[in-house]
């Protein structure tokens, strides 16, 4: 055998071993900006079905948050600011519970965080797996086109700066 067939095997492997690693390696929340964002239909507090194609031809912020996380709640009043800011400018704040019973999120929000934004439940976490949300609270901003443009992931102070930029951005299109 020559050194050249003597390589192929190992170098075979080394590329499948690569290319693997890079797939394991992919962040799980791998939805691209630039991208149409995928639709949905959710029921919301109310009862009524919320579409997201409805939205269309508004700048739409999709949060997806649960009651039991810390960051969701901090966050939950800085969001509702935004919403009531930007509302006039064509813009939406939409809500996503991801818990699969709804009964904590609206004694939550009927008690303690009264928000004027729409909340919708993704019981069967249907919805979140379309958005490939991995942790929580994710966040999304699609444009007036209905084209993914920001992905969050998590929330720590200050984040609501980055927020506000974008949405600044997204409104003067």
Not at 1 to 21: G, H, Y
Not at 58 to 71: D, E, H, L, S
Not at 128 to 150: E, F, H
């Amino acid at each position: 055998m020559n050194p050249i067939e003597s390589l192929k095997k190992p170098v075979s492997t080394l590329v499948r071993s690569v290319v693997l690693a890079l797939v394991i390696a992919t962040p799980v929340f791998a939805l691209s900006t630039s991208a149409p964002a995928p639709g949905f239909s959710l029921q919301t507090r109310g009862g009524q079905t919320l579409k997201l194609a409805d939205l269309r031809g508004q700048v739409v912020m999709i949060n997806f948050w649960a009651t039991w996380c810390g960051p969701c709640r901090q966050e939950m009043p800085l969001l509702e600011k935004i919403h009531k800011k930007y509302q006039p400018l064509g813009f939406t704040m939409l809500g996503i519970n991801v818990e699969p019973d709804p009964k904590a999120a609206e004694a939550w929000l009927s008690k303690e965080m009264p928000v004027s934004f729409p909340i919708a439940f993704d019981t069967d976490s249907q919805v979140s797996k379309l958005y490939k949300v991995a942790g929580m609270p994710s966040t999304v901003i699609v444009d007036r086109k209905g084209n993914v443009r920001v992905i969050h992931k998590g929330y720590k102070a200050g984040d609501e700066n980055e927020y506000l930029a974008q949405i600044r951005a997204l409104v003067k299109e």
